[in-house]
Each structure stands twice: as C-alpha cells, then as structure tokens.
Nanobody, 129 residues
Framework: QVQLVESGGGLVQAGGSLRLSCAAS????????MGWFRQAPGKEREFVAA????????YYADSVKGRFTISRDNAKNTVYLQMNSLKPEDTAVYHC??????????????????????WGQGTQVTVSS
C-alpha cells in the first residue's frame, strides 16, 4: 500500500509559477512510475505528466508541454511538478498517482488514469487572469 500526499497548490496570477510536490510513503517508491492528473469543475480527469520509475523517461500532455516539468527524487520519495507560464485554463485540482506495473518506455498506459493504482487527495491550483 502506498499513500500519496500532494502539496504546493495555491492561487497565482496568469504567467506565474508553482511547484507541486507529492510525498509517498513506503519503501518501494523507486519502483513506481508516477503521474500527475488534474480535474477542473464539471470536467473529466485529464492526464498532465508522468515519469517512469527510473526517471529516465517523461511524458506530457500537449497542453502543458514546454511549460510543465515533472521530476522525482527517489531518496526523498517525492515527485514534483514544476508549472511555469500558468494560464487560467490550468485551474484544477491536481492529483498525483502511482503505477506499480513496470511498463515499457513509450507505453500508452502512462497517459491513462486506469493504469494507476494509488491516488492522492489532490491540491487545488487556481490561476487568475
């Protein structure tokens, strides 16, 4: 069992930056691929970014590519999402998730919420115009 706790959300003006953190419990964090998803009011949960267990491969939604960066520190059991050039449409609750299945580089599963086994409660990000 893995518990995930997100932090770092808040209110920021358009063009600003935030860094989200997701702290994981357990000794097997380094073997999990990690993802960030977001859900805005009235919308479905959508993929934002993912990082493979090794940290060597990252994946991004087109809407955040070039603005967001996912990274991980296995020594700290933490995954990060650096968000720059924020836009009002980035407003959502951001959730991190852990995938315990070892998947191939380039697998399409990284983009799908159903592939992830554990989820955090989420942190609110609000971007004002």
């Amino acid at each position: 069992q893995v518990q995930l706790v997100e932090s770092g959300g808040g209110l920021v003006q358009a063009g600003g930056s935030l860094r989200l953190s997701c702290a994981a419990s357990g000794r097997t964090f380094s073997s999990y691929s990690m993802g960030w998803f977001r859900q805005a009011p009235g919308k479905e949960r959508e993929f934002v970014a993912a990082i493979r267990w090794s940290g060597g491969s990252t994946y991004y939604a087109d809407s955040v590519k070039g603005r967001f960066t996912i990274s991980r520190d296995n020594a700290k059991n933490t995954v990060y999402l650096q968000m720059n050039s924020l836009k009002p449409e980035d407003t959502a609750v951001y959730h991190c998730a852990a995938d315990r299945t070892v998947r191939a580089v380039g697998s399409g599963s990284y983009y799908h919420a159903g592939a992830y086994d554990y989820w955090g409660q989420g942190t609110q990000v609000t971007v004002s115009s």
